[in-house]
Structure formats: C-alpha cells, structure tokens
C-alpha cells in the first residue's frame, strides 16, 4: 500500500510547478470559503471588473487612452447602477409587495378549486386529502408572512450593509479597472520565474471566465428584457417580476427554466384561468426558453462548455451550498477551471517509474 502510495504521488506531484498549482488552489480556495463574507465586496467588483474590461480593451483598441477609456466605461456604469436603484427596484418592490398582498386572495380561488376536485374525480382524491393540502397551504402561507415581518424589523443592518455595498463596490471597480496591469506585476512578482503550468492554467482559466461572465451578464439582459416586453403586451400581472426571475433562470443550466415556470403559470392561471390568454403565455414563455438555449446561447458563448450535464448539475448544487447566488453563477465556470487544471496537470511515465522499481 505505501508503495502504491509513494508511486502516485511521485506521478501526479514530482513536478515543482504541480506542487506550487496546488498551494495556490488550496489557499485560494480557502481564503473564499473562510473569509468569503468579509471579502464580499472585493469579490464583487472583481466580477464587475471582469464584466466592463472587454468594452475597455475595445474602446482601447479604437485609440482611445486608457484612463479615458476606464473614465468612460465607469460613468456608464455608475449611470446604470443609478437608473437600477431609482428605476428598476421601486418598481420591483411595488409589485413584490402586490403579490404579497394578492396571495391570501389567490389562495382563496386555489382552495375553491381544490374543493371540487373530490366531486369530479372522487376515485383519485378525497375530501381529507384536499383538506390536508390547504392546512398545508395556510401554514406555508402563515411562516412566509413571518418571514416577511421578521425582515422588516431586521431591515436596518441589511440597509446598512447595502450602502456600504454601494460605496465600496463602485470604488473597487474603478481601481481594478484602472491599475489592473499594476496589481497583475505585482501578485506575479510573488510568483517563481518558471511558472509554465501556472500560466497556461491562469491564461485558460481568464478566458473561461471572462467569457463565461460576460456572456451570461448579456443572456440575463436580453432574456429579461424580452420576457417583460412579451408579458406585458400580454397583460400579465408583476411582468417586471417574473421577467427578473426568467433573466436570473438562466444562470441555473436545466433547472431553472422548469423553477421558474411554476410561477408563471400560477400567475397566469390566476388572473385568466384555463383560457387562451393563458395557453398564449406558456406557448410564449416555452418560445423564449427554446431561442435562449438554441440562438442565444451558442451566439454569445465563443467557446463551448465541454462538460457533461451531470458535471453542471453536480457543480451547481455543490458550489451553491457553499457560496450561495456566487457560487450558482460561477459553478460551470469554476468546473471548467477543474477540468483545465486536471487536463494541465503533468504526469510522469508509469511504466518508467515500474521498471525503476523493480
């Protein structure tokens, strides 16, 4: 066993770049997970950062200077964050809270409808299941208003740490944005001279990464954006709601498209029942799901994710659970980095290192 232990190790870790690969990873793997709340911000404007550098480059590429560039690429952001905070959240917080409040109604029209069940299909469901089904309801119903009362007595430290957001996170952008080459010297010059493998990882992994987040920022925009344009010239109630929570499915690959359907269809059925205008919006939501997945995505994504869906599934639940909403989006983006690091990985010669042996 110790053998067959020393001969893997000296495989996979003979190769001093491996061995260096390997601390990096660990120790940045494990500065996220124990100072990933108080690192928060910074990990924050990174990926904003990443987001603004490919207009930079290209207004860089026309001749413009870079500090202009970054000046120009900066204000537009800080005039979107402006329209997102004065615009956008209102509006979203208005038609949260008219849901909220529309629920015991539509709970209601649920439970006239549960109850006629039993007479119609008195061979599949019974009085007692539809009775236990709306007890079960209420009590869903009852814990979600608790929720929502306990967050707006606790909605001061939220506020607080939401303006700190918008202080710090702006400012981190800019700076990242702006000396990016010099913070690039300087965590290199804490690098070896020979670092072959630690670049050809980094250089594959800006690549996934950057296209990755960009390219999912814009899939976000536009299926949003459409969705709310198709729900409201339909006439559907909270369009600007469930049009957020259709341009945020997407960051779930095969999961949240069907999530996400659920609400659509209850809020459909609620305000039109089981009639053509509700058969129009699951024809239109199922419409803008297949051009997402066949158009939009093959467009905007230069490179193809080479991973299997079990492999996306099982990054999603596990980056998830360990960093929430971050971890959900960077999930494939950080299995590519695995697959990349695996495939770069030097190995020895096994059969050399059998015939040395004997």
């Given at each position: 066993m110790i053998k067959v232990f020393r001969n893997w190790f000296h495989r996979y870790f003979s190769d001093e770049q491996a061995v260096l690969l390997g601390v990096l990873l660990v120790l940045g793997f494990t500065a996220v997970l124990t100072l990933g709340g108080?690192?928060?911000?910074?990990?924050?404007?990174?990926?904003l950062a990443f987001l603004m550098q490919g207009a930079v480059n290209g207004l860089e590429r026309i001749g413009v200077p870079h500090t202009g560039a970054v000046w120009l690429v900066f204000l537009i952001f800080i005039g979107i964050l402006m329209a997102i905070l004065l615009v956008l959240l209102p509006l979203l917080w208005q038609q949260l809270f008219t849901l909220f409040n529309e629920l015991p109604r539509m709970l209601r029209d649920w439970q006239d409808l549960l109850?006629?069940?039993?007479?119609?299909?008195?061979?599949?469901?019974?009085?007692?299941?539809?009775?236990?089904?709306?007890?079960?309801?209420r009590g869903e119903l009852g814990r979600l208003g608790q929720v929502m009362l306990s967050f707006s007595?606790?909605?001061?430290?939220?506020?607080?740490?939401?303006?700190?957001?918008?202080?710090?996170?702006?400012?981190?952008?800019?700076?990242f944005l702006m000396d990016r080459k010099q913070i690039g010297r300087w965590f290199r010059s804490y690098l070896p001279q020979e670092r072959t493998l630690i670049t050809q990882v980094a250089l594959e992994m800006n690549r996934q990464i950057a296209n990755y987040i960009r390219g999912k920022?814009?899939?976000?925009?536009?299926?949003?954006?459409?969705?709310?344009?198709?729900?409201?010239?339909?006439?559907?109630?909270?369009?600007?709601?469930?049009?957020?929570?259709?341009?945020?499915?997407?960051?779930?690959?095969?999961v949240?498209?069907?999530?996400?359907?659920?609400?659509?269809?209850?809020i459909g059925f609620f305000q039109w029942?089981?009639?053509?205008?509700?058969?129009?919006?699951?024809?239109?939501?199922?419409?803008?799901?297949?051009?997402?997945?066949n158009v939009l995505v093959p467009l905007l994504f230069s490179e193809a994710v080479n991973l299997h869906p079990v492999v996306i599934i099982c990054a999603v639940l596990l980056f998830g659970g360990l960093w929430g909403f971050w971890g959900i989006f960077f999930a494939i983006p950080l299995a590519t980095l695995f697959k990349a690091v695996l495939d770069a990985w030097p190995r020895g010669n096994p059969q050399i290192e059998t015939a040395d042996s004997l």
């Open positions: 108080m690192l928060a911000p910074v990990l924050a404007g990174l990926v109850l006629l069940l039993p007479e119609r299909y008195p061979q599949l469901i019974t009085d007692e299941q539809v009775l236990r089904g709306i007890d079960s309801a007595l606790s909605s001061l430290p939220i506020l607080m740490n939401a303006v700190i957001y918008l202080v710090l996170v702006p400012i981190l952008v800019f700076f920022a814009i899939e976000i925009l536009i299926c949003a954006v459409v969705a709310y344009f198709s729900f409201a010239l339909m006439g559907l109630n909270y369009a600007m709601l469930l049009a957020l929570l259709v341009g945020f499915s997407v960051v779930v690959p095969y949240g498209a069907v999530v996400v359907t659920v609400p659509i269809a209850l029942g089981w009639g053509d205008q509700f058969i129009y919006l699951m024809v239109v939501y199922a419409i803008l799901q297949a051009l997402d997945g």
